[in-house]
């Protein structure tokens, strides 16, 4: 007589295409754990959006979070400019901005640029001429909104992979 053992074995590449070995979910509830940090950084988004156009801040937050790999946020910020009036062609072409000409006003394009130049850093500083793109494109109160923006979102996207917030969870 011969008998079968049932075993389950996980596809870590089915739950995690990254290959890291870990399945995602959230790690903890972090604003839950540290109260007071969430209410600045609540406190700080605001600031930092005042008198900046909703939609180029909508603009900037999905493509931050997009280079940072940062599901929750990109799903919030996306269901958020879709309300807000965004078009989906806008929102699935942000990945290539730079290619999907007439889609983007000079005045975007400088933006997003500025944030990219923010967000990955581990390429150098943020070179002169995106910097100067930006500069021709926003006066210098609004540019320092937008510097400030770019730095809250990436603090954002942090806090959600960091701790493994998923789509859809709030």
């Avoid at 399945?23 to 605001?46: E, F, N, Q």
């Avoid at 900046?52 to 910020?77: G, K, T, W, Y």
């Avoid at 500025?114 to 001429?129: H, M, N, Q, R, S």
């Avoid at 793109?133 to 809250?152: N, P, V």
């Amino acid at each position: 007589m011969t008998t079968t053992t049932s075993t389950t074995t996980t596809n870590t590449a089915a739950t995690n295409p990254s290959g890291t070995g870990h399945r995602h979910g959230p790690r903890l509830r972090w604003a839950k754990l540290a109260p007071d940090v969430y209410k600045a950084m609540i406190a700080l988004d605001a600031a930092a959006k005042k008198g900046l156009d909703p939609a180029l801040v909508a603009l900037v937050e999905i493509r931050a979070s997009q280079l940072n790999h940062c599901a929750f946020c990109i799903d919030m910020h996306s269901t958020d400019a879709r309300k807000a009036g965004e078009t989906e062609q806008r929102i699935h072409l942000l990945n290539a901005w730079e290619e999907a000409v007439g889609f983007y006003s000079p005045k975007e394009q400088a933006a997003l640029a500025l944030t990219e130049a923010i967000t990955v850093l581990t390429d150098g500083f943020v070179p002169d001429a995106v910097y100067e793109r930006a500069a021709d494109h926003f006066e210098e109160a609004e540019l320092a909104q937008l510097i400030a923006m770019i730095t809250a979102i990436n603090a954002w996207n942090r806090f959600g992979v960091s701790t493994r917030m998923a789509p859809g969870q709030a």
